[in-house]
């Protein structure tokens, strides 16, 4: 079993800045990609930025240029820097990890628990 723990979370004003970190433990061999998703009231939860074991990043359209994805491998850890904040960024914030527990296993998905991020005008 594999543990996603998130902190950074909390209210800022728009256009500060907060840091996401995602630290997973457990039975890990691998960590194939890490992400971030959020989920505002009403809407359903959607991809802000994934990056793999390598160097491969992605961003939703609405993030790029203001958000930047990051991951420390020897410690399992994703980070989320998130610059030039908005009122439209306010959402629960979930960690994604995709973990291979032995060499040749296969890979699983796992969640956080989710952190809130709120901006306010």
């Given at each position: 079993?594999?543990?996603?723990?998130?902190?950074?979370?909390?209210?800022?004003?728009?256009?500060g800045?907060?840091?996401?970190?995602?630290?997973?433990?457990?039975?890990?061999?691998?960590?194939?990609?890490?992400?971030?998703?959020?989920?505002?009231?009403?809407?359903?939860?959607?991809?802000?930025?994934?990056?793999?074991?390598?160097?491969y990043?992605?961003?939703?359209?609405?993030?790029?240029?203001?958000?930047?994805?990051s991951?420390?491998?020897a410690?399992?850890?994703?980070?989320?820097?998130?610059?030039?904040?908005?009122?439209?960024?306010?959402?629960?914030?979930?960690?994604h990890?995709?973990?291979v527990?032995?060499?040749?296993?296969?890979?699983?998905?796992?969640?956080?628990?989710?952190?809130?991020?709120?901006?306010?005008?």
């Amino acid at each position: 079993q594999v543990q996603l723990v998130e902190s950074g979370g909390g209210l800022v004003q728009a256009g500060g800045s907060l840091r996401l970190s995602c630290a997973a433990s457990g039975n890990i061999f691998s960590i194939n990609v890490m992400g971030w998703y959020r989920q505002a009231p009403g809407k359903q939860r959607e991809l802000v930025a994934v990056i793999t074991s390598g160097v491969y990043t992605n961003y939703a359209d609405s993030v790029k240029g203001r958000f930047t994805i990051s991951r420390d491998n020897a410690k399992n850890t994703a980070y989320l820097q998130m610059n030039s904040l908005k009122p439209e960024d306010t959402a629960v914030y979930y960690c994604h990890a995709g973990v291979v527990g032995t060499r040749w296993g296969p890979m699983y998905d796992y969640w956080g628990q989710g952190t809130q991020v709120t901006v306010s005008s």
